[in-house]
């Protein structure tokens, strides 16, 4: 394989990976600061909150792990 394209292929790649990254972490600081927003009056609540992303994440990695789209 040329090796110019190669290098050109390996930089589309790291484009797209971190391109995708930022996407990641901009949905996930929204989320995180929707929350922080809510100014909860109470712990319970807040941890509620929390707890509730906690499993969004546990379920994405699930289906990512399990090979599914979406």
Known sequence: MDENLV???????EAEL????????????????????KHHKELAALANDLKQLINRL???LKTLKSGKSG
């Open 18 to 37: 971190r391109q995708r990254e930022m996407e990641f972490v901009a949905y996930y600081l929204e989320e995180l600061q929707k929350i922080d927003a």
């Open 58 to 60: 546990q379920n994405r």
């Open 7 to 13: 290098k050109q292929l390996k930089q589309r790649v």
